[in-house]
């Protein structure tokens, strides 16, 4: 298994987003300026911030890199000063300081504390530090001293008095330069020619948090020498500034954008890793599991990097290359390399380029392949690999299918026609051998609803069922034994998501539906793993909640969140055909209905609705369901 932190070792092929990183920080005519990577949640921001750090203290020098991570701080101090404070920390380790450095050091340092102290003591303290109020009135400075001072220990009143009056004379303009002056003298005189600040997991943060670690950038650090890389989501900035200025339409996304444009003036993006970079990815997580010397991966892993070719679909790192690079190959190495062989092309077309969750997805494969061990059973890596990603994707398909194995005793007759239907294709009449044997076995007893409900799904006809191996043929209960925890009903998926997806969960359950239809029009901003994860929390809140009333609303929300994010259809149609008709309440057959018109297509419909008018157990819905069911058929003739 594989560790889930940031590394500065690249297995991805970052040289080129670290060379352009290093060409900036090597610019001084460029410099203060501010250097943004963006990517989505796992795409490996913080590696390549790390792989950025070692080649700029390797090539750059008098250099300072200094890293801040504003989410450590969250609850405990605010953004500004921890930031301040943690450079000022960072300089004073790193360089041995003159006289005059020490009393500059020393004033920005008394500086930090005052705004800390001033900060936790109310706004209006703040804005007197910051030059920004400018209190006149002296009683409102005595009121502010004594707040200040009966809540920190060791300030002093008569301090408090005196440091506010003297700071509320300044104006901003005066206090920000002053700032400036004082922060590029510590530079010069600790003979720091690049002070390189990287700032880490903005996406943790609370929007709050996120624009106080900005704005400190822009008011009180962007001295000449001075290097800002922030790894973030830009989602997540232009969420926290539509947060932070609430004042703003909720559509008005350009605000966002445009404040992010004003901050950092050199983004480099992180692009989605292709499928041929995704299996040399896991063939070298792979490698450096197995029983190879630290010097023999770098070997490999250096080759397989090298001798690839921008755009090139062909993956080089074989068995026979890692041979050619190490000499002969132990037992180890070699089951190792063989595993990769099997889990790469099946995992690679499913994981959407990201490499977090390729590693959860792997370390996860791996525990259950342990557990089988323990328990002595003996499971196909690339079956369970292949299951997994429907477990993965497709949630309630996969519980469905869990469902059926049970019944069938581990060989569900689905899997035989779904199968048949790919291999045979639409009007094809000379299959091959394997063909016209798999049409034979398929069950004729089978759904034809059930396997048209998977076959629509695109994701299912098109990619999974094309993957091998074939499932049709093979006892599935023991790899569904080893998922029995994803099985449950526990809603833990929410609490991995970033903080704008989880924000989303909470006003899609608000009880304002001004409040459910914004966050219903920002549902095709989530990737895809957060909209899995979205539904799945909604469906099993809606199995588990007694509320009639409550259910109404959640049925009515998962399915216009469907009608935001169409790949989901065959998930919905599933969880509501399984879901039972006494849990339906009239009230949800127009959300249904509604959902037709947004995606133009009425198959899913009719496929609740078939289930929904053939059950008895809750007559209102079953006649509504009938009814709906004959408008749609007349409409169509």
């Not at 002070?195 to 001295?223: G, M």
């Not at 755009?311 to 002969?328: A, F, I, K, S, W």
Request: proline fraction near 4%; charge should be negative.
């Amino acid at each position: 298994m594989w560790s889930d932190n940031e590394t500065d070792i690249d297995l991805l092929d970052y040289r080129h987003l670290v060379g352009v990183i290093l060409s900036i920080v090597k610019s001084r005519y460029l410099h203060p300026t501010t250097i943004g990577v963006y990517g989505h949640w796992g795409s490996g921001k913080s590696s390549l911030l790390k792989m950025a750090q070692k080649a700029i203290e390797t090539d750059v020098e008098d250099v300072l890199c200094v890293n801040f991570n504003g989410w450590l701080f969250e609850g405990y101090d605010d953004a500004k000063s921890a930031l301040i404070d943690t450079l000022l920390e960072e300089i004073s380790k790193n360089r041995t300081l003159t006289k005059q450095a020490q009393g500059t050091l020393t004033s920005l340092a008394a500086r930090v504390n005052w705004m800390r102290v001033a900060w936790a003591g109310g706004k209006i303290a703040s804005g007197v530090l910051l030059g920004g109020v400018g209190l006149g009135v002296t009683a409102g400075i005595e009121t502010l001293a004594k707040a200040i001072a009966g809540n920190f220990q060791g300030v002093e009143y008569d301090d408090a008095i005196e440091f506010l009056k003297q700071q509320s004379e300044e104006s901003p303009s005066l206090a920000i330069r002053d700032f400036h002056r004082d922060f590029a003298e510590l530079l010069n005189e600790t003979k720091i020619t690049t002070l390189v600040v990287f700032i880490d997991d903005l996406d943790r943060c609370n929007p709050e948090t996120i624009i106080e670690t900005l704005e400190a950038i822009k008011l009180f650090l962007f001295a000449p020498q001075t290097v800002f890389i922030i790894g973030a989501d830009e989602r997540l900035v232009e969420y926290a500034v539509t947060r932070r200025f609430p004042e703003l339409p909720e559509k008005d996304f350009k605000v966002g954008r445009d404040y992010l444009e004003k901050l950092i003036q050199f983004p480099v993006r992180i692009p989605p890793t292709g499928q041929a970079e995704l299996e040399t990815y896991i063939r070298l997580l792979f490698a450096r599991s197995a029983n190879l010397t630290e010097e023999q991966f770098g070997s490999v892993r250096q080759r397989a990097i090298d001798e690839r070719k921008p755009g090139e679909t062909v993956n080089l790192l074989t068995p026979e290359m890692v041979r050619e690079v190490v000499g002969d190959l132990d037992t180890e190495i070699q089951t190792a390399l063989t595993l990769s062989q099997f889990i790469a092309p099946v995992l690679a077309p499913g994981m959407s380029g990201n490499p977090r969750q390729t590693k959860r997805f792997l370390n996860t494969l791996m525990m259950r392949l342990e557990m089988a061990r323990a328990r002595h059973v003996e499971i196909e890596v690339r079956v369970l690999a292949k299951l997994m990603l429907l477990e993965h994707f497709r949630p309630e398909l996969f519980r469905t299918l869990a469902e059926i194995q049970i019944q069938e005793e581990g060989r569900p007759q689905l899997l035989h026609s779904l199968e048949a239907s790919v291999l045979s294709g639409p009007g094809e009449g000379n299959g091959t051998k394997e063909t016209e044997t798999a049409s034979e076995e398929a069950d004729t007893s089978v759904d034809d609803k059930e396997t048209t409900t998977w076959l629509q799904d695109k994701w299912i006809s098109n990619t999974w069922l094309q993957l091998e191996p074939r499932l049709s043929k093979i006892d599935l209960r023991p790899y569904f034994y080893f998922a029995r925890e994803k099985l449950g009903f526990a809603t833990t998926q929410v609490r991995s998501l970033s903080p704008m997806a989880q924000q989303m969960v909470v006003n899609l359950l608000a009880n304002s539906e001004a409040v459910r239809n914004t966050a219903l029009s920002k549902a095709q901003a989530l990737d895809e793993a957060e909209a899995t994860a979205i539904f799945t929390e909604f469906a099993q809140r809606i199995r588990t909640e007694e509320n009639r009333d409550i259910r109404l609303q959640l049925l009515a929300t998962i399915v216009r969140f469907v009608g935001n994010r169409p790949e989901r259809q065959s998930d919905l149609v599933v969880f509501l055909r399984d879901l039972p008709t006494t849990l339906i309440a009239p009230g949800v057959l127009p959300a249904v209905e509604e959902l037709s018109k947004t995606l133009n297509d009425t198959s899913s419909e009719q496929a609740i609705l078939t289930v929904w008018s053939d059950d008895d157990s809750n007559k209102t819905v079953a006649r509504l369901a009938k009814a709906r069911l004959e408008r749609i058929h007349e409409k169509k003739s």
